[in-house]
């Protein structure tokens, strides 16, 4: 399927959506929005923002862990009302979510086990998602045999294994180190190339949202609404190389200007 | 880790060997300590009488209850008690003295209130017991990272799925480590009660023989608790330690 055609169809929509924590308007925190955004079916849209925006406000709405305050939000063109997360939405967070007591390969089995697949098809897509994953060599392997990386892979597989349509990612390689952000990034790249499906991802790292994102969302100081949406050159075939090329520095440097202000307005509000 | 078990079995068995060395050479009376040799056999002959097999019996049904009662429970205090951030933070002090209260201070309340029989030595074994699970499982369950509350909404398990499936799981080896306990203070429990308001047990046999100056059932009935005792703890300790295996890096 070509860029044009995989972006075509709008996948997941949100419209002035807000999220206020509390109920008492002398105390009460406007964490979000309003939000107006769309996202594209199959696209990889990055949110990037300054620390406390509401970046994991926003994720954990469109994941239905929370529920907006006030606006829509759809997927699929059905609402999403935050009670529930629906089928066809995969999520993989920033910490180790592994089951520790399970082997690699029953946490990959969990979500598709559970929902009643065949011991057969559940053999079949687990034995294929680690091979996809490059975990088939620990398939017997407990999470806490496995370095950090391998096991945020062993997360993203239990995610891929039950086929998202959309993938939501909370900062997932924020516990990393550099080179291993980047193999991972070219990794997930890879992932998205064959799975189709849509992705967002929530991250600190201008860098990150700049090589694996097509387009960029920035977002501002707490209230966050999205200031700018920054679209990458880069084609669907990237990989970490981009990093090296001079457009990426210019794309840095854009979301940087757009993100300044905001940051120090952050950590004037953090100090108040 | 195989070198250090092998020394604490080499540090039993010394120990061992020196009372057998001590007794038989005349250096410790006989009277007051037969050979470990000895005492062992004279355990295996115990163990075909039938009156101390009726006491074994008794006393291994009475820590059965008091130990599974305090486990269901603590298991249920633990988990309700921990729901509560107030409720926890008021009891908390309680639970840290708990151990520091001779229960056995209360069997004439106990009585008073059970009669005599086995209920008192039951509650006092469940009694004993009940608070490390309690303890224990309020551990257990704020050990559980937020990540995994979070991954349980996203699979959309309601509270039972995601307490069997998840929670109890992951908790495990914490929960494993007050089992354990319950078991230990259970034994000491019944038994040290079976000492003191019993007509029969293994408590009430090991004072029994003491009164009428009879080693050869006081010494090997000793020797059978601590057996029973090493055993079942060294079987948990196991458990515990297989499961928390699988937590740490190898």
Redesign the interface.
Known sequence: MNMAARIAEAHVGLTGVTRVFGSDPQTQVKALGPIELELRKGEFFAVVGPSGCGKSTLFDIVAGLSPATSGKVTFEGRPLTGSAVPDGIGVVFQEDASFPWLTVADNVAFGIRRAGLSEAEVSRRVTATLALMGLADFAKAYPAQLSGGMRQRVCIARTLVQRPRLILLDEPFGALDQQTRLIMGEELLKLWRETGATILLITHALDEAAMLADRIGVMSARPGRILDIVETPWGIERDSRVVSDPRFGDITGRLWSRLREESMAALATAGQ | MRHAAILRLAIIAAIVALLELLSRSGVISRFVAPPPSEIAVDLVRLLTSDRVQAAIAQTLSKITIACGAAIVVGTALGVLIHRSRALAQTLSPYFGAYYAVPIYAFYPLMIAIFGIGEAPQIVIGFMLAIVAVIVNTINALDRI????R??V????MGSIEASW??YL??A?PYLATGIKLAVAYSFIGVIGAEFIMSRIGIGHEIVFAYNNFDNEVMYPLILFVLLVAGTINGLFSAWEKR?LG?????
């Open positions: 990272p937020r990540v995994l979070k991954t909404a996203i699979y959309g499936n998840v799981p992951y495990g499961l699988r937590r740490s890096r190898s």
